[in-house]
Structure formats: structure tokens, C-alpha cells
């Protein structure tokens, strides 16, 4: 059954309660990360009406783009939801009601329009402030039953456009009236109809969403063409709790990049991963019968896709040499192995970007998975007592070729040819084997023995055997 997720708060704080009976699943006001982590499909639907946008990372139009690539129907009212409405309609995502018509059509231009302070989700978003939309419809309202005109609402608009939006308020309007050079008995009258009367279309454009999430549309037949980019991948990849970050102690990724340069079984364990991954895509692309050998299925795929042709002979694999292959393995490799060497070292999913959640996948249900992590730790435990605080130096301004050298010898090979063994562990060249060796190169150089790891069979050292001395 199709999911129906609506992201609500303030505009909406009763949504649970309007939900309730239906398939509905009502959750917060939706941030920065929350998309990629619901696991939809095509005939999903999402309803975005509140987001935050101060305390936390904003939702971000990749993250709803991402959505809509895969067939999942987006709609959004009223707040948030109105705003990316107006900005992303253009690609699918459906906006609803009068505040999202005014933004697409230009009427209104300004994002806090529509933002206020609130309570907490425990107190049900209580307002602390007044949304100036709310406001310019009351205030409209105000003037066709006769209170003021709408020059004077004109002035008090342009001075409350000007505060910052936690302090618009209908108490605020003496205070406003003042600046906007108005009668006071004027501003307090209609501060006093405000409050009596007061508009929010906020809620009626949310409750409008709402409904249209609830009746079904066929699925978007021309979805647009998403390109992962390096911060869809991480976005997506960190919202899967893989936690990959910028440097090496931060999250899964420190563990990973332990794995890739001190585990010796680690390119062969990298070896299977990316014949698994050509496999499954020959599989989904080219109609391949699953259940034959994953090394032979990558091979077929690469003929598949245009990179060469099969039966593999040395007078075709030319392009193979220097760039992919070293002289030795030029020399005794068989054609059909020089090809599955190239495949492994040259697998992106897209150019410049590696797929690393495919080994962490498997490496975070590896019994060595702890050990690279106390690795990371301890790591950094030694970096931070050599660059002690206060001190100008730190582990970016270690010698890059000393980091290269401690790694040539660590997996014995010569120097010429460390950045193909470096491709062998998924590490894409000598710059990514320094960002990630670097981190690791005090204790690895002055503690060699503490650097044991292995993906299938957990070799390093006992817990308690980690300290290190420098």
C-alpha cells in the first residue's frame, strides 16, 4: 500500500488529530536529511506544509528533486512547503492553495512571510509570533469591514516587512503604528479587530493540502533526471546512518578508510564488492540471468557497455597499459584478468565519485568493524597529544611523502606503482591515499603493530592492548 507521509507543526498543530483514521503518518516539521531516510517508492506520497529552517538544516531542493526522479509524488502548502512549491513545480512537485499561487505568481517574494517563533512539539507549536501573511489577510479583511483603509495597512505592512519575524505580532501594532507615523487610537483599533477576527491561511492552505494527499494521482510519467552529485551522495548516504563526513575520525567513514589501508584482505574483499555491483546493474540493465559467477557478469558488462570486446585479447588491450596495469601484470596477467584489474580500478558511479556505501554496508556486519573503529579512536587519540592545543601545527601539515612512503612499504610496493595499489583498496589516487592515511600516520609509523586489521577474521589487537607510545 502506497505511504503517505505529512510533514507538519505550526501551521498544522492539530494534524495528528486530523489524520487520525486515515493512512496518514504525520511527522515534525521536516529539516535538512529527513527525505533521503523514509525509504519511498514510486507511488509514494509526501506533503510538506512546515520545515525548519533556523535551529537545523533546511530541506533541501536536491533532497525533494531526488524524490520526484524516483517517482514519488511531492506536494507542499502554506509554509515551507509553499515556498519549495514555488520554486520546484516546474519539476513535478505540486503546490497547493492561495500562498503558494502568490509566491509562483510573484506577489509574494519574501521567504519569512510565512516563517514565526513557536513552542516546542511538546507545548502543540504554540505561536510566539504572527506570520506577516496571516497578518496582510487580516488586515485586508480589516479593511472591507471598514476599521482602516488600505493605505494605512500599506504603511503598517512596509514597517512590519522591516522587524525580524519573531517580533511581528497584533500587540506589536502600537509599537508598528508609531514607526508608520498612524493614529494610536487607530493602530490600537486595529490591533483590537486583528485580534477578534483574525485570518490564517496558513492553516486553510495546509488543511487543502491535506485533502489532495489523500486522494490519489497517477504517477508523474516524465520525472525529472536527477545527477547524484557529491552532496546528494553524502546527503543520501548519511541519512542511511553511514555517517560519512569531511574528515577521517568523523562517523563509519574513519572506519572504512582504517579498513582500506591496513586490512590485507581488503582488495579482495573490495574485489567482490564491485563485481557484485557490475553484476546486480548487468542484471537490471541488460536482462543478465542471475546466480552465474559475479566476476564473469562484471566482465559481460563492461563488453555490454561499449568498454571493449570480448573474448579479451592482448592485441585489444592496449588502452590498458600504465594508466591501469603495472609492467609485471601486463606481463603474466591473463587477458580476461588485465580486464576484471581495470574494472575494479576504475569503478565510479559517477566520474570522481566512489560508491562507498557499498563496502560499508558489508564492513559495518564484519566482526572487525569495532577494531577499525577503536583504530579511528586511537588514532586520534595519539594526534591529539603530538598537535596539543595551542600548538600551530597539525596532521594536515604532515610530509606527503612521508605519508606515501609509509604506505609503500606498509603494503610492499614500489613507489611508481602505490597509486594503482591505492585503486586496489578504493582509494582513487595518491591525493585520496594522503587525505586518508594522514590521520593514521603517527601511529601506524610509530606503532606499526597496533595498525593489524582484517575484514573477514577480527586481527587486531585485544581492546585492551590499544595504547599507544609515543
Known amino acids: 500500500m502506497p505511504r503517505r507521509i505529512l510533514f507538519a507543526g505550526p501551521s498544522l498543530p492539530d494534524a495528528a488529530e486530523l489524520a487520525r483514521g486515515s493512512d496518514l503518518e504525520v511527522l515534525p516539521p521536516v529539516a535538512a536529511g529527513d527525505l533521503p531516510r523514509l525509504s519511498l517508492a514510486a507511488g509514494d506520497a509526501v506533503g510538506i506544509v512546515d520545515g525548519y529552517f533556523h535551529q537545523v538544516g533546511t530541506v533541501r531542493h536536491k533532497e525533494i528533486l531526488a524524490l520526484l526522479s524516483e517517482g514519488v509524488r511531492v506536494l507542499g502548502a502554506a509554509s515551507m512547503g509553499a515556498l519549495r512549491a514555488a520554486e520546484l513545480d516546474v519539476f513535478g512537485m505540486e503546490g497547493i492553495g492561495r500562498i503558494y499561487a502568490d509566491y509562483r505568481d510573484g506577489r509574494l517574494e519574501a521567504d519569512d512571510e510565512v516563517t514565526l517563533l513557536h513552542s516546542t512539539r511538546e507545548e502543540n507549536y504554540r505561536p510566539l509570533s504572527e506570520p506577516l501573511v496571516c497578518m496582510r489577510a487580516t488586515f485586508s479583511q480589516?479593511?472591507?469591514?471598514?476599521?482602516?483603509?488600505?493605505?494605512?495597512?500599506?504603511?503598517?505592512?512596509?514597517?512590519?516587512?522591516?522587524?525580524?519575524?519573531?517580533?511581528?505580532?497584533?500587540g506589536g501594532l502600537a509599537a508598528a503604528g508609531r514607526e508608520a507615523g498612524i493614529d494610536p487610537k487607530l493602530a490600537r483599533e486595529i490591533g483590537r479587530y486583528c485580534v477578534a477576527h483574525r485570518l490564517d491561511p496558513k492553516r486553510?492552505?495546509?488543511?487543502?493540502?491535506?485533502d489532495a494527499l489523500r486522494r490519489e494521482r497517477p504517477t508523474r510519467l516524465d520525472p525529472p533526471a536527477v545527477n547524484r552529485t557529491s552532496f546528494l551522495y553524502l546527503w543520501q548516504t548519511a541519512a542511511l546512518g553511514l555517517e560519512i563526513g569531511d574528515s577521517p575520525h568523523q562517523g563509519d567513514l574513519g572506519a572504512l578508510r582504517a579498513c582500506q589501508l591496513f586490512a590485507a584482505d581488503y582488495p579482495e574483499?573490495?574485489?567482490?564488492?564491485?563485481?557484485?555491483?557490475?553484476?546486480?546493474k548487468c542484471a537490471d540493465e541488460c536482462g543478465t540471468e542471475p546466480g552465474a559467477d559475479d566476476a564473469e557478469v562484471a566482465l559481460r558488462h563492461g563488453e555490454h557497455r561499449g568498454l571493449y570486446r570480448l573474448p579479451a585479447e592482448p592485441g585489444r588491450l592496449g588502452f590498458l597499459a600504465a594508466q591501469w596495469l603495472t609492467p609485471a601484470e601486463q606481463e603474466t596477467l591473463?587477458?580476461?584478468?588485465r580486464l576484471r584489474t581495470f574494472l575494479v580500478r576504475s569503478f565510479r558511479v559517477n566520474p570522481g565519485l566512489t560508491w562507498e556505501e557499498l563496502p560499508l554496508r558489508e564492513l559495518r556486519e564484519k566482526p572487525?568493524?569495532?577494531?577499525?573503529r577503536r583504530l579511528v579512536r586511537l588514532a586520534w587519540e595519539v594526534n591529539d597529544r603530538v598537535f596539543a592545543e595551542g600548538q600551530d601545527r597539525d596532521?594536515?601539515?604532515?610530509?606527503?611523502?612521508?605519508?606515501?612512503?609509509?604506505?609503500?612499504?606498509r603494503w610492499g610496493v614500489a613507489r611508481a606503482e602505490l597509486e594503482l595499489a591505492a585503486m586496489d583498496r578504493g582509494l582513487e589516487s595518491l591525493d585520496s591515499l594522503v587525505m586518508a592515511g594522514r590521520?593514521?600516520?603517527?601511529?601506524?609509523?610509530?606503532?606499526?603493530?597496533?595498525?593489524?586489521?582484517?575484514?573477514?577474521?577480527?586481527?587486531?589487537p585485544a581492546a585492551s592492548r590499544l595504547r599507544a607510545e609515543v
Open 142 to 170: 480589516a479593511v472591507a469591514a471598514g476599521v482602516c483603509d488600505s493605505e494605512t495597512v500599506a504603511r503598517l505592512v512596509a514597517v512590519l516587512a522591516c522587524w525580524p519575524f519573531g517580533r511581528r505580532s497584533y
Open 269 to 280: 574483499f573490495h574485489r567482490k564488492v564491485i563485481f557484485r555491483a557490475l553484476a546486480a
Open 334 to 337: 591473463a587477458p580476461a584478468e
Open 204 to 210: 486553510s492552505d495546509a488543511i487543502l493540502l491535506v
Open 395 to 409: 596532521v594536515n601539515d604532515l610530509a606527503h611523502e612521508k605519508i606515501l612512503d609509509l604506505f609503500a612499504g
Open 368 to 372: 572487525s568493524w569495532e577494531d577499525a
Open 439 to 460: 590521520a593514521f600516520y603517527l601511529l601506524a609509523r610509530y606503532n606499526p603493530d597496533l595498525v593489524r586489521l582484517a575484514v573477514e577474521a577480527a586481527e587486531a
